[in-house]
């Protein structure tokens, strides 16, 4: 078969989508920095980077839904400015979501057809052909089913074929697919492949994003990585191992020691008894057989990739994810931690990755927004003491030095930095806190507020807390943790300290290798 | 040179400016304005004749738009009261041999049990609140009529009657409960863990949730008190009427609470409960009745004018907001 792309990246044949400097800024920070794209006909192109490297914000500018500041984009060799995604799918860019954006109570084909239904010589719709053209494209796709169904009536995995097959069928030359497997079971995503290189072998060209690295290795030629809004690499796929791929995502050195990884336990920072314990935790299709433990005064990072089950992991052991098995002990008692409240009653503390969505209570003031999770506590009767809110607000705006003119000024004024710093503190004031668990705690906080986060996580270990902190940011996780828990799709890929507490260690059992032996285009069919 | 045309060009008709400054607090100016307008131009208007007059009248709309508050407060909404206020007056007539008081009871915890079904169906079922409370809107009316009979039951009971007609130091009874009903709902509101737990609930259930808030319970507690407070007014209204009226009771009270919060400057999505701005949205709703009414304006060009004008408070106060 022809190779839609060089060795060194140019097509062979005019690129059939293309971005070129393109600069993209938002209030505070800039999105995309002069980043060119290029993808081919017959190309399957892998878009990697973290969370905020920009990935999303390109598939935005490509499918019209952002317009941006500078740059342009050129469709087969044409500039084009798309003012809607409904444009760039009229013009033959589909976008292929995570989450499938059709409509669940109508037929299968009447989705495949919305609004270009067949009609009849009276005007109304054919169904009898359009029921037998959509049969006629799934089986295209070697899709059986009974296009007559509602489509909520078929799994996610058809479903998202469904829409697959609509974006082809409406004569799409680029099918943008922005974590598509990620709703997936193994069976479901190989037929996934299976149509994404007959896509491939009729020209069209896919772009393609997951957070498993594997999936870029099985159905992908070409990779561009983003990071910070910047094109950090751009190549043929099989020129770039996965461990180099992981070290140019986060932007870190590719390890050179060629050492073993030793899992051992736990050594002992101190010989008191685990704070928090957690055994077997198994949600299916989440996480599987979880388990790590916390002792006082230690601080145990969690590592891992996008979608590795850090966050997941979290939320179990803090009763905001309910569980198929597995155990938490608390202080060594054993809890059923069926709500967050009975976790915090416990002595758990979760401080959320997302501040705004999970976190923050817009609206309420700073006041209310610290003594949240305490009211239970500076309450009588369901009557809250004023003097008690005061006496925790006055405290821990001076111990955690939050900026605010007023504490009754509305939690959204503040910086996000300060932000943070008020969840932390809506934990610190309860009495009983044994161990907290921090979901990236110094994301999105500016250089400052970073520094003085980092230094209270030190500190409240010190003061003999259990923390959990997960980041993603490697420097954060080894400088600041006693041990690390690495994860990888679910599971536990190892459990690092003390000198075997190194990058490259780390980004080792992120690739899933227990060696060093990263060969080029690991995985490749 | 473009900035300016910019202004230029907006100035002709910018409400968000004249805002501005009515700021967050938009609802009190509104309604001042709308009661010297009434003072100027309409005739009675200020005599205490209309003045106890109107606050009669409003008493049962402020008893439903506490409970409303709350409701919206959660990010919910409650359909039913009118129909829980038929159901109340319903009890009435049914339990009044055993004497007054266990009548206004009975009426007051029929409200309080439609209000925990409604609870139940939101909180515990996850049902849409509009949903969960459609069903006893409709449900709830037909039920009041079957239990009185299809006609209207009149009552002769002095006592009962008492509470709709008697008056303390001038001031007419229902007035009275619906202002100790604000003074209660404003220390809820504002000293509370209930009043936390509703604002939280309102502006961002998934952090409450995560802060331990007992979620549930809450939204259980907010229809129950809408629905004790419903039953109130549909008690107090029957005592006035002297008669059980369920086909009219509290007929499109739910649109007059409603209105009454929305104008007040609360956002339906829920997160900030304030009992005075809804006592000034349940006045103002109040007060323009009164005026199409004493000005004589056909009720027809009433209903239309009224939704205009509910339209445009709300567009006001958005934009001061936002400014």
Redesign the interface.
Known sequence: MEQPASQDGACTSTPILEARGIYKQFPGVVALNNVSFQLCPGQVHALAGQNGSGKSTLIKVLTGVYQPDRGTVIFKGQPVSFGSPREAQAAGISTIYQEVNLIPLMSVAENIFLGREPKTKMGTVDSQRMNREAKELLADFDIEVDVRAPLRSLGLGVQQMVAIARAVSIQAEVVIMDEPTSSLEASEVETLFRVIRQLRDKGIGVVFVTHRLEEFYEICDQITVLRDGNVVHSGPLNQLPKLSLIATMLGRELPEGQGEITQFAAHETTAAEPVLVAEGLTRTGVIEDVSFSVRPGEVVGFAGLLGSGRTETAKAV?G?MALDSGTVKISGKEVNVR???V???NGLA?V?EDRR????????SVR?NIV??A??YI?KG???S?RAADEIVKRFVAALDIKVADPDQPIEQLSGGNQQKVLLA?WLCLNNLKALILDEPTRGIDVGAKAEVQKLIGELAGQGLGIVMISSELEEVIEGSDQVVVLKDGQVAGVVSGDELTEGNLMRLMAGQSGAEGEPGDGHE | MDTSDALVKRRPFDLSRLSSWTGDNGIYLTLLGLVIFNAIFTNNFATTVTFWNLLVQVAPIILVALGMAMVIGTGGIDISVGSVMAIASAIVPLTLGWGWPVAVICGLLGGVLVGAFNGFFVAVVGMQPIVATLALLVGGRGLAQVMVGAYLQIIYDKPFLALGRARVLEIPFPVIVAAVMAIIMAFVVN???????V??AG??R?????????VRLTLMSVYMISGFLAGLAGVLATARLAASDPAKIGLLMELDAIAAVVVGGMPLSG??VSVPKTLAGALFVQVITATFIMNNLSPIWAQVLKGIIIVLAVYIQRRGRRA
Request: hydrophobic share 35%; net charge positive.
């Open positions: 803090f905001a709500s967050p409240s976790a915090i009653r979760f959320p969505a999970e976190g923050i209570i817009p609206g309420l209310d949240s999770a009211l239970p309450s369901g009557l809250v004023r809506r | 000293r509370t863990t209930l009043g936390r737990y604002q939280s502006a961002n998934r952090a409450a949730y995560l802060s331990g808030h007992p997160g900030r």
